[in-house]
């Protein structure tokens, strides 16, 4: 066979057609994949916060009598802003309902890979 | 009238803003070419469609990354070409008791009788090419890609890709005149 042969056979040497399944398949691991609920930064997050939590908790309760010093370190420390918890609860109460009403209304920035999807 | 078809620059675009209808229509556009250069890469069908499945879904995550004005068929290609190329090497890793060559198990009789026909021999013939002749081959003659973006994909000089191509020819042209004189052979 000359180059010439060789070079046109090549050219007019049609494509494989692609297994049938491919296109379902490649569109499967791809658009139609189920997202995560969480992103990877979003697990790291809330992992890091729980483990700091647990940590503290553990602090706390590890110690003799940490709960009975917690307390203590807490009255003086309102004894010190001239706020005795008999006289400012009503104080206490209401900025933690305030608190509670203003976290309520809150609403997160979606991620927007997940705002993108619908 | 008809509608002009959009570019894959759009087509990328509108996929990084959520449309992910605009990554099907690119995955319409390549998937063939993906696969047939993964199939012609490795020589197993299966192997081929993982290949042609994880290029197209590494280049879904990364396409934020894309670099606007780049051409993505180049991109494409080059992910499928070192998808082939990391399945290559993990089949070299394996001792042919744990892992047999699927792909190469040679001819029989009747695929012996089949390669009378010019097409099938000579996709026999670039079959039994090596690898890196094999890429360049599918690239150019089979895909009319051009020189630059083969090198590109195959991360190689333009003059070894052109080197490449003038062996693969020798090497094909030798091949098929073999069979051409075994079967004038009584």
Not at chain 2, 140 to 163: C, N, S, W
Request: glycine content about 4%; aromatic content about 8%; charged content about 25%.
């Amino acid at each position: 066979m000359t180059d010439d042969q060789i070079e046109r056979a090549l050219f007019a040497l049609p494509l494989e057609e692609p297994p049938a399944d491919l296109h379902a398949r490649i569109l499967a691991a791809t658009i139609h994949r189920p997202r995560l609920m969480f992103r990877a930064w979003e697990v790291w997050v809330i992992g890091t916060l729980v483990a700091v939590m647990v940590w503290l908790g553990y602090l706390v309760f590890s110690l003799p009598q940490a709960s009975d010093r917690l307390a203590r370190a807490l009255a003086a420390s309102l004894d010190q802003f001239g706020l005795q918890l008999g006289s400012g609860l009503a104080l206490w109460i209401l900025l933690g309902i305030s608190t509670a009403v203003w976290i309520s209304l809150i609403s997160l920035p979606q991620s927007r890979r997940r705002a993108t999807d619908h | 009238m008809e509608v002009p078809a959009l570019t894959d620059d759009a087509l990328i675009a509108a996929a990084v803003a959520g449309r992910n209808e605009a990554f099907g229509t690119l995955v319409e556009r390549y998937e063939r070419a993906v696969y047939h250069l993964a199939f012609r890469t490795l020589r197993d069908t299966e192997e081929a469609k993982d290949a042609a499945q994880e290029a197209f879904f590494k280049a879904y995550r990364a396409l934020r990354t894309f670099r606007p004005g780049a051409k993505f068929s180049t991109w494409i290609f080059t992910i499928t070409y070192h998808a082939c190329c990391d399945r290559l090497a993990r089949r070299k890793r394996y001792s042919n008791d744990e892992l047999p060559d699927r792909a190469d198990p040679g001819a029989g009789p009747a695929e012996l009788a089949e390669r009378t026909d010019t097409a099938v021999r000579l996709r026999a013939a670039i079959d039994d090419l090596p690898e890196k002749y094999r890429a360049v081959v599918t690239l150019f003659h089979l895909q009319g890609r051009q020189y630059e973006e083969i090198a590109a994909v195959l991360d190689l000089p333009m003059g070894t890709v052109k080197t490449h191509l003038f062996r693969a020819k020798e090497l094909l042209r030798k091949a098929l005149s073999d069979v051409v004189a075994e079967q004038g052979t009584p």
